[in-house]
Nanobody, 121 residues
Framework: QVQLVESGGGLVQEGGSLRLSCAASGSFFSINSMGWYRQAPGKQRELVERIISGSSTNYADSVKGRFTISRDNAKNTVALQMNSLQPEDTAVYYC???????????????WGQGTQVTVSS
């Protein structure tokens, strides 16, 4: 089992910044990818940004140039720096990790409990 503990989030005015952090703990061999998804009311959960083993990243076009993901492999943490926040960024943000386990071929996916980000106009 893997636990993902998120911190950060909250209420910010349009144009402001927030930083989300997520720490992974538990039993796994390696983390293949780690990142953030978000879900706004009435919408499907979507990828915000994730970092794959190494430094390769995937991100939503809507956050390009505004959000930056970083990962500390030694501490099994990932952070999302969110700048120039807009009301449409309002959502519950979920940490996500895909891990490899010793003795298993497949990878396992885990989610954090979610943290609310609200951007007021």
């Amino acid at each position: 089992q893997v636990q993902l503990v998120e911190s950060g989030g909250g209420l910010v005015q349009e144009g402001g910044s927030l930083r989300l952090s997520c720490a992974a703990s538990g039993s796994f061999f390696s983390i293949n990818s780690m990142g953030w998804y978000r879900q706004a009311p009435g919408k499907q959960r979507e990828l915000v940004e994730r970092i794959i083993s190494g430094s390769s990243t995937n991100y939503a076009d809507s956050v390009k140039g505004r959000f930056t993901i970083s990962r500390d492999n030694a501490k099994n943490t990932v952070a999302l720096q969110m700048n120039s926040l807009q009301p449409e960024d309002t959502a519950v943000y979920y940490c996500n990790a895909k891990v490899a386990v010793v003795g298993r071929v497949r990878e396992y996916e885990y989610w954090g409990q979610g943290t609310q980000v609200t951007v007021s106009s």
